[in-house]
């Protein structure tokens, strides 16, 4: 079967006119730069090739956007210094990519090309100092440092800078640098180096003559000495057989022989070591068996979306938890991979990946790879490179995997579209990982199918409007029955602990009763660490962060506070900073608190907790799900990272620890997201046997979305939101941009956002809303002033706004008081 499609690559070829080349380079420019093409390179310069060029003596290696013949008109191009690549490292859909990303979501190409490209296709630049040969060594010129710098730069032409610290013997070495570069005695340059290196294992083979099978029985049978160079001959001949290639390390480890004993029988003749590249991240054959057979609902469901996407790029597949939706994925990506295209399986968190992977691994085995932010450099290179020549037909991946240079694209999965997560915050390009699929779709005529129990408001409004079509599976699969949910009123917890309780009594004794049935459990609490803060019980003072205006949280296992959100670390405070007191008690509770309370009281009970700092490693997400998997835990505590997705058999009981915390965030998706959240854990329940029971946790009994939750009514709840949507004008009613500015100075900050405000104003001013704080006002010593325009969903306003978003941003950093102010774009931020 094959699975590539031929691509060609347009080329100029070598000419005795000039040409040129529009270079992105991964850095903020407003426009790609021009490079002229020599002679020598015109032939192999093509789109979508690495060149190597310099800018203000700082090199780069670039991607090719354009060739031509065009000089620019007002600056005379410098030449590219070499070609990296025989082949493009991308293809010029993913070049029409980065062109839309930069446009839409307000960046530069240069930034979209940091963001897609793995590390080690960027390459490195080192600087290095270049003696120069017509300058003279005077001792009495320069200073002892000076000359020994000098003296070496001489006899070696030039030194990179580790080298010069080796030198000088210090690590202050800038300033003699200087004063050399000064005098005229050495310049400096930049090298690039490419960090990535293919990985190499030594494989052992039996020499030509003893591939003859009467050759090696002759020489087994005439074997007098050495009877430890035979048990490693013998084993080598087991290992050869049972798994095909032997590699040296493993053929040592399991023999227990000696490198020695190997090196004996190379010398002898007998064996042959050859080292070959091999992959990083290890294969499954490529097999397709499909272990499973789709309820009579599904292929319904089948059916509507093929049908539709003969119609529509899109489709919405909106199923309730445990309907089977996955499995209608693994038999339209079998039928894509039949057709010879490649899927992109898109996930928000890394979290899923580990038990999707496996569930698609069962059924398609090597087809499936994975791309995340977890693997190392050179692993990103390697996926990246299986991707761009065909090799890899599937691929599951967290946002940043829509950025791979896809061959023949054909399927799009986003899964739980409606997770914000999908959305990219810091840095530039802010991009929307499910708007930028469907764009995608669009480029590469690939179908496109977002799914999701809880869809997103502009989602559902799409397919309302007929934009994207809408096939719904409203039942789980098998019939079983949506989990109970019961409110637990805070409020009415006994005594001292009225209204702050973590952990109330009807959930503890739950929790001991599902135990007792051997059954599992997960509690959701959306604050990781111990407690969220302390607070001085004399005069009611709490630590803050010194970089941002937060409280910070204490962390009981380090015994730290920590702020999350520059990760500064502070020793747990004894004293009142206000009042000098030593009395503290910590307020609220997070994850690490919930962990605790349950090992105190379940202490028969297996408890484990699922947060940023419980899963750090590559695999520990894996191992945790694994270990829940085969009920070696009983209860899961956990943040966001147990809500989504994950499939468990055994899970009974579902508890949303402090619902109040969800239901009041000052966001106009506030009672969206709740939904979406509480639907989504509660679907975690009752999934084989459909005995599930939920218990949500939550002071304000009489918030609105919780009837939306007890009911598992998602239509009650977008028509709710809609019609509040419509009032105020938000999305889908609308298109959103903040703007944030960012400046040590409080004052420079305000007065920014204010002068910005007053420039859009001439064209904008019924849109704009601001400047004002934000609830979290300074971050990382920077104080921080918003604006938010909300525009008509025009696109012909939208573009002009755009555009004078570009030229009033330029013109404000022009001024002196605003030239070291930062300017952040966000483009539908929330």
Known sequence: MNLVASTSYPTITSSTNPVYCDVIIPILLPNTYTWEVPPAFQAAVQKGIRVEVALRNKK?????????QQKPELFQPKPILSVLDELPVIYETQLQFWEWLSQYYLCSEGEVMQAALPAHLKLSG?????????????????SDDEFLLAEALEIRKELRLTEVQQVLSSNHIYP?????????????????QDKYKPKTETFIQLQTPYTNESELEKLLNQWSKAPKQLELLLAYLHFAKTNGEVIQSELLKKSGASAAQLKALIDKGVLVAKKKIVNRIKELPKNIQINFKLSDAQNAALHQIKTIWQQKQVCLLHGVTASGKTQLYIQLIKEAIETGKQVLYLLPEIALTAQIIRRLQDSLGGYVAVYHSKFNANERVEIWNKVKDGESAVIIGARSSVLLPFKNLGLIIVDEEQDSSFKQQDPAPRY??????????????????LGSATPSVETY??????????????QRFGDAAMPSIEIVDIKKSPGKQKGKVAISEKLMQQLQQTIQQKKQAILFQNRRGYSPYLMCQTCGWIPQCKHCAVTLTYHKAKNTLICHYCGTYYPVIQTCMACGSHQFIQKNFGTEKIEELLIEALPNAQIARMDLDAVRGKHDHDKLIQQFEQHKIDVLVGTQMVVKGLDFENVQLVGIIDADSILSFTDFRVNERAFQLMEQVSGRSGRKDGKGLVLIQVNNTQHPVLNFIKNHDFKALYDFELESRKIYHYPPFSRLIKIIFKHKNRNIAEDAAIKFQQLLSAKFKPYINGPSIPVIERIRNLYIWELLIKLPKNNTLVQQCKQAIIINMNNLKAQQPFKSIQIVIDVDPY
């Not at 409004?461 to 409203?474: A, F, I, S």
């Open 432 to 449: 929307h990982a499910r708007d930028a699929a469907i764009y995608l779709g669009t480029l590469t005529n690939a179908k496109v199918l």
């Open 126 to 142: 080192e600087s290095i100092l270049i003696w120069n040969e017509g300058f003279i060594v005077d001792s009495v010129q320069l």
């Open 60 to 68: 780069y290696a670039g991607i090719v956007k354009k060739v031509h």
């Open 176 to 192: 003699v640098i200087k004063k050399l570069i000064d005098k005229k005695a050495c310049f400096i340059w930049e090298s690039l």
């Open 461 to 474: 409004y799409n397919c309302q409007t007929e934009k994207y079509g809408l096939v719904e599976l409203l």
